[in-house]
C-alpha cells in the first residue's frame, strides 16, 4: 500500500499535465464538436518557445512561462480562425485538418527552433518529506507545484464556465450551436476562444511536465496524448467535469499496475481501461443516449 | 431515343468499348504501367532511381491496408484507429514464419489472415457495444497494447530494439525472390485485393454493410444481422491491414516497434479519406499523396531537397486543403475534372459542327 501511493506521489507531475490536456480536449470537444489531436503538438511548441526564450535571453522560466501559454494561446486561435472554421461539418473532415496541423508544426518545429534538443528547468527543487496515516512519503517541491497550478487552473475555467456570462455562451455553443448562435451569442468568437484557451491549457501542462522531466523534444508528450484521449473517454464526453476525473483516476490505476508488473503496467492500464468502457460504453459519468430511428 | 438504343448496342458490339468498359480496365494499365517502370529500374542504368522504386512499393503495401479501413469506413459506417497495431501484429507474424520456417510466401499469407480473422471477430464484438468516437479511442487503445506488447522483451518481436534477418520470401517451394523481384510479388498482391474489394463492393455483403451504415436500426428491420457484417466489416480490415504488414516485412526484411504509431494510423485514415471514402481510384490516390508523394515526387525537385522539411509541410497543407475544399476528396475532384472534359467537348462539338438537331 505503501508504495502504491508513493508511485502515485512520484506521479503527481502527470497527473497535472494529463488533467491540463484533458480539460482543453474537452473543451475542444464540447464546443467545436471535433477531437483536437493537435493539442500535443502545439503544446510542445509551446514548451519549445518557453525553452528557447530562457535559453537565448536568459529571461527567468517564470517569464518564459507566460510567454509559452501565450503563444499556445494564440496558436489555437489561429487555428480555429483561419483553418478548423472553414472545415466541413463531418467530424472525420475535421480530425483530418488536425492531423494535417500535427505533421505540418512538426516540420516547423525543427526549422524554427533548430534541431539540437533543449532542457527546460524545475522551478522548484528539493523535496518534501511527509508522514500520512503513519506511512512516510516523498514528494519533488516542484510536482506539489504542478499539481497546485493545476488544481487552480481547472477551477478557475470550471468557475467561469459555471459562474461567468463567457461561461454560459460556452455552455450554449456546447449544448446547440444554432440555438445559441439565434439567441444573440457570437458562437464563433466562443469555438475560437475555447480553441485558444484549450490550448493555452495544453500549453500549460506541457510546460509542467517539462519542467520534471526536463526533456523538450517532438515526441516528450505522445503517451501523455494517448491517456488523456483515453481519460476523455473514460470519464464520459457529456460533461465537463467527467473527462478530468478520468485523468485523474488514469495514474491511480497506472500506479496500482506498476506494483504488480513494471514492464506490463501500460498494458494492464489498457486492459482495464477497455473493460470499463466495455461494461459502460458512455463513461462512467455520462449517460447512455438512445437514439430514434 | 431510338438512336440512343442504337447507339448502346453498337457500343456493346464495339470489342475496343467492351473491354474499357470493364471495371477492371483502369488497374489492368495501372499494373502495367508498374511492371515497366520496374522492368526500366531493373534493366536500365538511371531512367528510375532505387528511391521511386522503393516509394511505389511502399505506396501499394499501404494501399492494401487503406483499402480494408475504406471498406471499414465507407461501407460498414465503422472507424478504426488500430491499423498500426494490427499491421504490426501482421508483419511480427509473417516475419516469424519467414524467419524460422521458410515456408512459401502463400502459407505466409494463410497463418497471417488466420491470425487477422480472430483479431478481427474480438475487435467486431467490441464494436457492438460502442460506437463513433468511443470505438475509435477504444481500437487506439487496443492498438496500443497491441504495440506495448511489441516492445517488451520478447523473441517473438524481439523488444524495443526491433526484428531483424526476414530473409526475401520463396514462391512455389522453389523460386526464391529478391528485392527486385519482390516489387512484383507486391504488385500482384494488391492487383487480387482490388479484385477481392470490387466484388464484396458488388456483392449483397456490400450492399447489406452499406445499409448498415447509413442506418442500424432500419437495416435490422430489414433483416441484417448487425452482428454478423460489422463482425465482417472488422474482419475484412485486419485482414487487409496483416496482410500489408505481412508484405511490409516481406520487402523492408525487418519491423521496429517504433514504426506503429498513432500517427500512422492517423496516416492511413488520412489517405482514405483524402482519396475519398469508399472509391477504389480514390484510396490509390490518397495512399500515394500520403505515402509515396514524398519519396517518389518531391525529393527529385530541386527546391525539397534543399529544404527537407518543406516536402513534409507541403504535404500537410495540401491534406488541408483537399478536406476544406473537397470533402468528397481526391476522387470526387477527378469526376469534376471528368464531367468538365467533357462539357468542354460537347462545346467544342458545338462550336465546330453547330447545334445538334
Redesign the interface.
Known amino acids: 500500500m505503501q508504495s502504491i501511493i508513493q508511485i502515485f506521489f512520484s506521479n503527481l507531475y502527470l497527473v497535472a499535465a494529463m488533467a491540463l490536456t484533458t480539460m482543453g480536449i474537452a473543451l475542444t470537444f464540447k464546443t467545436a464538436r471535433s477531437v483536437n489531436f493537435a493539442q500535443a503538438i502545439t503544446a510542445t511548441a509551446g514548451v519549445y518557445t518557453a525553452a528557447a526564450v530562457v535559453a537565448k535571453t536568459g529571461a527567468s522560466p517564470w517569464i518564459a512561462l507566460f510567454i509559452g501559454i501565450g503563444v499556445c494561446f494564440l496558436i489555437g486561435l489561429f487555428f480555429d480562425a483561419v483553418i478548423i472554421r472553414h472545415t466541413s461539418s463531418t467530424a472525420v473532415g475535421r480530425i483530418m485538418v488536425t492531423l494535417g496541423l500535427i505533421i505540418i508544426v512538426t516540420a516547423l518545429i525543427p526549422i524554427v527552433f533548430g534541431m539540437i534538443p533543449y532542457e527546460y528547468f524545475r522551478y522548484f527543487s528539493g523535496n518534501v518529506d511527509f508522514t500520512l496515516f503513519g506511512m512516510a512519503f516523498t514528494v519533488t517541491k516542484n510536482s506539489l507545484f504542478s499539481i497546485s497550478v493545476a488544481a487552480v487552473v481547472i477551477g478557475g475555467i470550471f468557475s467561469a464556465l459555471y459562474f461567468t456570462k463567457w461561461g454560459l455562451g460556452i455552455r450554449a455553443t456546447a449544448s446547440n450551436k444554432n440555438v445559441a448562435a439565434m439567441m444573440g451569442i457570437n458562437t464563433h468568437r466562443m469555438t475560437a476562444l475555447s480553441w485558444a484557451i484549450s490550448s493555452a491549457c495544453g500549453g500549460l501542462g506541457a510546460i509542467l511536465y517539462a519542467s520534471q522531466t526536463s526533456i523538450v523534444d517532438v515526441g516528450m508528450l505522445g503517451s501523455v496524448q494517448i491517456s488523456s484521449l483515453l481519460s476523455f473517454v473514460l470519464g464520459g464526453d457529456l460533461t465537463f467535469y467527467g473527462p478530468v476525473i478520468g485523468s485523474v483516476i488514469i495514474p491511480i490505476i497506472r500506479s496500482g499496475a506498476a506494483l504488480i508488473s513494471g514492464v506490463w503496467s501500460p498494458v494492464i492500464l489498457y486492459v482495464i481501461i477497455l473493460l470499463v468502457i466495455l461494461v459502460r460504453p458512455q463513461g462512467l459519468f455520462g449517460k447512455s443516449a438512445r437514439k430514434k430511428v | 431515343m431510338k438512336n440512343y438504343y442504337k447507339d448502346l448496342r453498337d457500343k456493346a458490339a464495339n470489342p475496343i468499348i467492351k473491354y474499357t468498359r470493364n471495371p477492371l480496365f483502369g488497374y489492368v494499365i495501372l499494373a502495367l504501367v508498374l511492371v515497366v517502370i520496374q522492368l526500366l529500374f531493373m534493366f536500365t542504368d538511371g531512367i528510375i532511381s532505387l528511391t521511386i522504386s522503393k516509394a511505389i512499393v511502399q505506396t501499394m503495401i499501404y494501399t492494401i491496408v487503406c483499402l480494408g479501413l475504406s471498406i471499414l469506413?465507407g461501407r460498414a459506417g465503422l472507424?478504426s484507429l488500430g491499423t498500426a497495431g494490427f499491421m504490426g501484429l501482421g508483419a511480427y507474424i509473417a516475419g516469424n514464419i519467414l524467419k524460422f520456417a521458410n515456408l512459401p510466401f502463400i502459407f505466409v499469407v494463410i497463418g497471417t489472415a488466420a491470425a487477422a480473422v480472430i483479431l478481427g471477430v474480438v475487435v467486431g464484438f467490441?464494436s457492438l457495444?460502442?460506437?463513433g468516437?468511443?470505438l475509435?479511442?477504444?481500437t487506439?487503445?487496443?492498438s496500443?497494447?497491441l504495440i506495448?506488447?511489441f516492445k517488451?522483451?520478447n523473441e517473438f518481436t524481439g523488444g524495443a530494439s526491433g526484428f531483424t534477418g526476414v530473409p526475401f520470401p520463396k514462391l512455389m517451394m522453389f523460386i526464391q525472390l529478391n528485392r527486385e523481384t519482390t516489387y512484383f510479388l507486391v504488385l500482384v498482391a494488391l492487383f487480387i485485393m482490388i479484385v477481392l474489394t470490387l466484388n464484396i463492393i458488388k456483392s449483397p455483403t456490400g450492399r447489406a454493410m452499406l445499409t448498415m451504415a447509413s442506418?442500424p436500426?432500419?437495416a435490422q428491420a430489414m433483416g441484417i444481422n448487425l452482428l454478423k457484417y460489422r463482425i465482417l466489416a472488422f474482419v475484412i480490415a485486419t485482414v487487409y491491414a496483416m496482410i500489408g504488414g505481412a508484405l511490409y516485412v516481406a520487402y523492408v526484411q525487418g519491423a521496429s516497434p517504433y514504426s506503429w504509431?498513432?500517427?500512422l494510423s492517423?496516416?492511413v485514415?488520412?489517405a482514405v479519406?483524402?482519396g475519398g471514402v469508399g472509391s477504389i481510384p480514390g484510396v490509390i490516390m490518397g495512399s500515394f499523396v500520403i505515402f509515396g508523394l514524398d519519396l517518389a515526387v518531391l525529393k527529385n525537385i530541386a527546391f525539397f531537397q534543399k529544404y527537407t522539411?518543406?516536402s513534409?509541410?507541403f504535404?500537410?497543407?495540401l491534406?488541408?486543403i483537399i478536406?476544406?475544399k473537397y470533402?468528397g476528396g481526391l476522387a470526387r475532384l477527378l469526376r469534376d475534372i471528368n464531367v468538365g472534359v467533357k462539357k468542354l467537348y460537347v462545346k467544342w462539338r458545338v462550336y465546330r459542327y453547330g447545334q445538334e438537331a
Do not use: D, F, K, Y
Request: proline letters at 7%; a neutral charge; hydrophobic letters at 65%.
Open positions: 469506413i472507424t467490441i457495444r460502442v460506437q468516437r468511443a475509435l479511442i477504444i487506439l487503445a487496443l496500443e497494447i506495448e506488447l517488451t522483451p442506418s436500426p432500419a504509431t498513432l500517427l492517423l496516416n485514415l488520412v479519406v483524402l522539411s518543406a513534409v509541410i504535404s500537410g497543407l491534406i488541408i478536406i476544406i470533402p
